[in-house]
T-cell receptor, first 115, second 114 residues
């Protein structure tokens, strides 16, 4: 049972344009969501998170939007840069309250930003 | 400060052999996680240590997999009688406490079982 899904395996965008990466989830108990970025031969690095009590969180060029009724979140990167080319994972912690525990990850989306 | 480190970075082993993968978490982090990423897949949770609590082993795929964390710091993931389907990148992460949302990942160990 895939609780976190990224249905687009890849996305190609021109430099300077907006990149929109999508993620769907099935578990309505998730109360936080995170986005990680992964370069080849490196571990994932945390990018941005959002609490389920918010519908938007912004950090520089990165904005995450959460639509709880649709169980959908998206990561917007504006403007996209070639250095943003990486695999992007959305994730949700399984626990809640005082202990978050493991993360459940989507399958990842490969973003390629062309100069 | 130093991030999460893992060793070896690459490991090639023959089917049926045992392997040990090591993780050094960020100093002071009480929570430690193991995940693996098979080719073309997302990250799959394996096991989670939090302080002195009993580990959450719910993600271990078979009894050939085990992990320990000595002294609340370094962790070793052991795979016995390796199979070709064990080939994957094994990633370790740590967080400051079990209540910390953000997990910091190491570079991973690429395991190839021939």
């Amino acid at each position: 049972d895939q609780q976190v899904k990224q249905n687009s395996p890849s996305l190609s965008v021109q430099e300077g344009r907006i990149s929109i990466l999508n993620c769907d989830y099935t578990n309505s108990m998730f109360d936080y969501f995170l986005w990680y970025k992964k370069y080849p031969a490196e571990g994932p690095t945390f990018l941005i998170s959002i609490s389920s009590i918010k519908d938007k969180n912004e950090d520089g060029r990165f904005t995450v939007f959460l639509n709880k009724s649709a169980k959908h979140l998206s990561l917007h990167i504006v403007p996209s840069q070639p250095g943003d080319s990486a695999v992007y994972f959305c994730a949700a912690p399984d626990g809640g309250g005082t202990s978050y525990g493991k993360l459940t990850f989507g399958q990842g989306t490969i973003l390629t930003v062309h100069p | 400060g130093a991030g999460v480190s893992q060793s070896p970075s690459n490991k090639v082993t023959e089917k049926g052999k045992d392997v040990e993968l090591r993780c050094d978490p960020i100093s002071g982090h009480t929570a430690l996680y193991w995940y693996r990423q098979s080719l073309g897949q997302g990250l799959e949770f394996l096991i989670y240590f939090q302080g002195n609590s009993a580990p959450d082993k719910s993600g271990l795929p078979s009894d050939r997999f085990s992990a320990e964390r000595t002294g609340g710091s370094v962790s070793t993931l052991t795979i016995q009688r390796t199979q070709q389907e064990d080939s994957a990148v094994y990633l370790c992460a740590s967080s400051s406490t079990g209540t910390s949302i953000e997990q910091y990942f190491g570079p991973g160990t690429r395991l190839t079982v021939t």
